[in-house]
């Protein structure tokens, strides 16, 4: 069985007769079914030998295995109910609900209540494209790089939701982007893709600091989101403890205390492992020497990387990296 990504609708094996009647057909099929593979990589994906960086279709009555993939994916919950399974975590989900899936990250769907999600996948290529213009949106660092990492630590929902006139529009947006990949228009893609980021960053930003939302950070908490922010923009020099608490505008032990109950884990080692995960990301890029990527993620030199990445990847890694010193 072919996997759904060409088509503009995908339809679970078990879906209903009247469902399997709305499917759309489509001129490729390029990806096979998830359930398949644990993990996907980029050519089982996208288009090769075109310019095409950006998947998009509307999962039916979605149910996925767990799987991981090497390339960025947005979810958007359209219909129905169901639960989000991402890594040890399991959330239920409603129409509205924003989800983006880090590279490597394991996630997949149970399906409810004809639970449709709209998937847009996204190569790396596309973020080495448009890097400096993606890192210039308000809010695409928290949403994209620091909301997963929350999702992880704490029970707290701090995903993007959008209520149904921001969901209807968003809709809308994503017809555009379907379109466009189904006519290979890939530039204009390119371009419809970079304006929904841009809209789902700045809601996700409103969201996160309207008082009156029940999504929005508690403010010590909210210090911290900032704190997260700043680390991931000084990734490449030396930061201290002493530093991030003054960004945070609180004490050292009351910074340490906030930090460690909102990330389960110490300031500095959550440090580490960015550094450890953008050096990662970069090497797997290939497009720079180790040297080089050493030095953007601040380490000293690539074999200092190296202990660091050897550390990351063993069971014990808090008590190794504890035993180094502070980057």
Not at 41 to 67: E, G, R, W
Not at 119 to 126: A, Q, R, S, V, Y
Not at 226 to 231: A, G, H, P
Request: charged residues 25%; aromatic residues 10%.
């Amino acid at each position: 069985m072919r996997y759904m990504g060409i088509r503009e609708d995908y339809i679970s094996p078990d879906c209903s007769q009247k469902d399997q009647a709305n499917k759309v057909n489509s001129r490729w099929s390029i990806i096979r079914y998830w359930g398949i593979r644990e993990h996907y990589i980029s050519t089982d994906c996208f288009l090769k030998d075109k310019a095409n960086m950006v998947a998009s279709y509307n999962h039916l009555n979605c149910q996925i295995p767990l799987h991981s993939h090497d390339f960025l994916e947005i979810n958007i919950i359209t219909a129905g109910s169901g639960k989000h399974h991402i890594e040890e975590m399991s959330l239920n989900v409603t129409p509205g609900d924003v989800f983006i899936i880090p590279v490597h990250a394991r996630h997949g769907y149970t399906c409810k209540d004809k639970l449709n999600v709209h998937h847009i996948l996204i190569c790396k290529d596309f973020i080495t494209r448009y890097q400096e213009e993606l890192e210039a949106i308000p809010g695409f660092q928290t949403l994209f790089n620091i909301e997963p990492q929350l999702r992880q630590a704490t029970p707290n929902k701090y995903f993007l939701h959008l209520d149904h006139k921001k969901l209807q529009a968003t809709l809308q947006d994503l017809d555009r982007i379907t379109a466009a990949y189904n006519n290979e228009q890939f530039m204009y893609q390119n371009i419809l893709t970079l304006h929904l980021i841009c809209d789902l960053c700045m809601m996700f930003h409103e969201q996160m600091n309207r008082p009156s939302d029940s999504a929005s950070i508690p403010g010590p908490n909210r210090a911290i989101i900032q704190v997260l922010e700043y680390i991931q923009g000084n990734l490449d020099r030396k930061l201290t403890v002493d530093e991030l608490s003054r960004v945070a505008a609180m004490s050292c032990a009351t910074f340490n205390r906030h930090f460690k109950q909102m990330l389960g884990i110490p300031p500095m080692e959550y440090v580490v492992k960015c550094r450890v995960q953008r050096a990662l990301i970069l090497i797997d890029e290939n497009r720079l020497s180790k040297t080089e990527i050493a030095l953007m993620c601040g380490f000293y030199d690539s074999s200092h990387m190296d202990k660091y990445i050897k550390l990351y990847r063993n069971a014990d890694f808090k008590k190794s990296a504890d035993s180094l010193p502070s980057l």
